[in-house]
């Protein structure tokens, strides 16, 4: 049986909050009620967002509440390499091309073909620089993205053989349709049509970062994760990400996204909408809130004692349920 693999990976622009416990908890429940590994995995590759020293805090605040990786903690910003090799290989493949549209080109297409973004929606690519479109135009690339129809040709129309651990993590395109389906451990059945909802999407991007959906798929399968454990708020992602497995021939992990600590809008908590540093001071009364989100209900002993029980707990909800 493949070992179970999890990990936590938060961006470090700023401290963890509460919405950010509740999801570094349930990856360490799932982790430990499956008997696995729990890596942590700073995603700071986008390097002008992330503010010095919060890496140092957020592990700081994992360790006040007992949340200890299971190896070094792992920093996108040093993996650079990786990631060109990735996109260089998808390049090959004709998987990958350049792109020469600002995001007020994006608009502009859109608008000419009767089309806005909704609201907290995607600003789907037209495929302006597609090379079957006429490529760059005359213009300088800016960006590379996937070429999301060629790539839709490499998923299988079947449900495809799955490690043991990820039995449930369904990735296939339907018979005779572009939609991509997956299974969500907490939400059932999920699925997407990437081309018409999200278009070609950034692989890296103008400024030469690469782009969130390809760091996290490889670092994903470099590090053998078998199971993501994450905030609701990133289900949309997955998709995306599937799909990028596909290209780079990497396995797909069992998802289960976690429910969002809500602001005071009634929007996802973040520090855009006011929330605080996460207060470690008290890890009981900081875990116990976490735990309150997730459906659990441990007594308020001390912290060795209150984490084997939430694992009890966690084991007994979720350890059973396929993925």
Excluded at 3 to 18: D, K, M, N, Q, V
Excluded at 138 to 162: F, I, V
Excluded at 215 to 220: L, N
Aim: proline share 8%; charged share 20%.
């Amino acid at each position: 049986m493949t070992r179970y693999i999890g990990r936590f990976a938060p961006s470090p622009t700023g401290p963890l909050h509460a919405g950010s416990l509740v999801a570094a908890l349930a990856s360490w429940l799932d982790a430990r009620a499956h008997g696995g590994r729990w890596l942590v995995r700073l995603e700071d590759v986008d390097g002008p967002r992330c503010v010095p020293g919060a890496d140092r805090v957020i592990l700081q605040q994992l360790a006040d509440c007992g949340l200890h990786p299971d190896a070094p903690p792992l920093y996108q910003s040093q993996r650079g390499a990786l990631y060109q090799r990735a996109l260089d290989g998808l390049v090959a493949r004709s998987l990958a091309y350049p792109c020469a549209c600002t995001r007020k080109d994006i608009e502009a297409a859109l608008q000419r073909q009767g089309r806005e973004k909704p609201r907290h929606g995607e600003l789907v690519y037209p495929g302006t620089c597609r090379p079957e479109h006429g490529g760059l135009h005359g213009q300088p690339a800016r960006a590379w993205r996937l070429h999301t129809g060629r790539a839709l040709d490499l998923m299988p129309n079947r449900p495809s053989e799955q490690p043991p651990l990820a039995q449930t993590a369904i990735n296939s395109v339907a018979i005779g349709s572009r939609l991509i389906h997956w299974h969500d451990r907490r939400l059932g059945p999920q699925h997407q049509d990437v081309a018409t909802e999200v278009g070609d999407f950034v692989l890296q991007r103008a400024d030469g970062l690469y782009a969130y959906q390809l760091a996290v798929v490889v670092d994903d399968g470099v590090q053998g994760v078998t199971h993501i454990v994450r905030g609701e708020d990133l289900a949309d992602n997955t998709a995306r990400q599937i799909l990028l497995q596909r290209c780079l021939n990497l396995p797909t992990p069992a998802y289960l996204h976690t429910p969002l600590v809500l602001g005071p809008n009634g929007e996802k908590l973040s520090k855009q909408n006011g929330a605080q540093m996460l207060d470690t001071r008290e890890p009981l009364a900081a875990l116990n809130a976490a735990a309150t989100v997730l459906g659990l209900q441990v007594p308020a002993i001390n912290l060795a004692d209150w984490l084997a029980a939430a694992t009890a707990q966690w084991a007994a909800r979720w350890a059973a349920v396929p993925g």
